[in-house]
């Protein structure tokens, strides 16, 4: 089977073409400069081909175009045509509380996500436009939503609700939500594979650009960091995270800015980022500038270890004990001196990591010594397979 998993931001489409049960992948790519210019750059990977052309894509529709395209071209193609190609799978940020789990797309769903666009401003609307681009061209193709919040839908309400006055529940449903769920979900499926056993109390730290941490008991989601949006929990890359509201109101009252606008610095200029005095959201050069004698540097990345530390421990408390730790994503799996200033002086939880262990790099593999009660995992997320495997699932 060869399902076509698609990820479409408001002016970008990612696109990964893979078998869902091997999980081999054929093809990737990324579209970039929607409605601006237009920017396709595409790997084949068993040919080792990558090119990037740059082609006009006023739409979402010219980009999946352009991606059939050269998933068909002679060269730099993967199938003879597009009837290879036996579903869709799309990646949606926000389900609502309505999607507790990945559904066939049909005009209740895409109405379903429509409705979610208060809660997911930014994503659902060029979700959407990439499933009816997708719908257009390739009309007789199943189409599968996949979405980021599904998975932590079996929390309990005493994680889901804001101490906030009944009605904004009622009538608007603001509550937490949670975000990176195909990312959890992968992971929670995948430590129960590797444990042999899944009544397993796993807190799983997925530390990229955006981060977040989960909270998992017998496979399920019991709280995440994240909230209503994705700006919820720790600091990221540019989003500030968990910050006392009244900071907000006095950026809007002293500088005179909107709300929005104030989000704006929230999300984009915050974070890890801002700490670093602007330097960089990327933790390989703030893990440069620290060792370079960079104070700012040193305090984003304390910063940042500080506050998934926190979470572990309250997650430990909210699980009533912890088997596994799982670090996943970017700087999960790649950063060996982030998870070492995560796990210090954890040794009371019972996590006690192998710095041997821990220098290791995008591996799946056991970085906790013999004798931490806690087992501590790097584990590559791969949140394309979770989309293309459901996608299979739903539409044989
Ligand atoms: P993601 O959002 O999961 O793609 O993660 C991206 C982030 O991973 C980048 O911003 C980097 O900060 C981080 N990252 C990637 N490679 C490394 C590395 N070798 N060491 C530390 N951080 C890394």
Redesign the pocket.
């Known amino acids: 089977m060869k399902i076509l998993v698609i990820n479409a931001g408001s002016s970008s489409l990612k696109y990964q073409l893979m078998d869902p049960d091997s999980g081999e992948v054929f093809a990737k790519g990324l579209c970039e400069r929607i409605g601006i210019d237009g920017r396709l750059t595409h790997r084949a990977l068993e040919k080792d081909i990558k090119v990037v052309r740059d082609i006009p894509m006023p739409t979402h529709a010219e980009a999946i175009t352009a991606v059939l395209e050269i998933l068909v071209d002679e060269v730099n193609g993967v199938v003879k045509s597009v009837d290879e190609i036996d579903a869709v799978g799309h990646r949606v940020l926000h389900g609502g509380a309505k999607f507790t789990e990945s559904c066939l797309i049909d005009e209740a769903c895409k109405q379903a996500i429509r409705d979610c666009i208060p809660l997911g401003p930014l994503h659902n609307p060029a979700n959407l436009m990439g499933i009816e681009a997708c719908q257009k061209i390739m009309p007789t193709k199943p189409q599968v939503a996949v979405f980021d919040t599904a998975f932590h839908m079996t929390m309990p309400p005493k994680a889901y609700r804001y101490a906030i006055p009944d009605e904004y529940y009622e009538n608007d449903s603001l509550r937490r939500y949670g975000f990176h769920g195909t990312s959890h979900r992968y992971i929670a499926k995948r430590v129960a594979k590797l444990m042999g056993r899944d009544d397993l109390k796993v807190i799983n730290a997925?530390?990229?650009?955006?981060s977040s941490l989960c909270a998992i008991r017998n496979g399920k989601c019991q709280d995440t960091s994240m909230g209503l949006g994705p700006l919820a929990g720790v600091p990221m890359?540019t989003r500030a995270g968990d910050v006392d509201t009244t900071v907000a109101q006095f950026i809007a009252n002293k500088y005179n800015k909107t709300i929005d606008e104030v989000l704006t610095i929230l999300n984009k200029k915050s974070g890890v980022l801002a700490l670093s005095g602007g330097l960089s959201?990327?933790?390989?050069?703030?893990?440069a500038g620290a060792n370079a004698g960079n104070e700012k540097c040193q305090l984003a990345m304390e910063k940042f270890a500080y506050e998934v530390k926190k979470y572990v421990g309250a997650y430990a408390a909210a699980l009533g004990g912890l088997d596994v730790l799982v670090f996943t994503?970017?700087?999960?799996?790649?950063?060996?001196?982030?998870r070492r200033m995560v796990c210090e002086g954890l040794d009371f939880l019972g996590i006690k990591l192998d710095e041997e262990k821990n220098q290791k790099?995008g591996e799946e593999c056991i970085i906790s010594a013999p004798d931490s009660k806690v087992t501590v995992w790097i584990i590559p997320?791969n949140e394309e397979l979770m989309i293309a495997q459901d996608t299979a699932e739903l539409s044989k």
Do not use: M, W
């Open positions: 997925h530390l990229g650009n955006g890359g959201s990327d933790f390989r050069d703030l893990e994503a970017g700087v999960g799996e790649n950063g060996p001196t982030i790099r997320t």
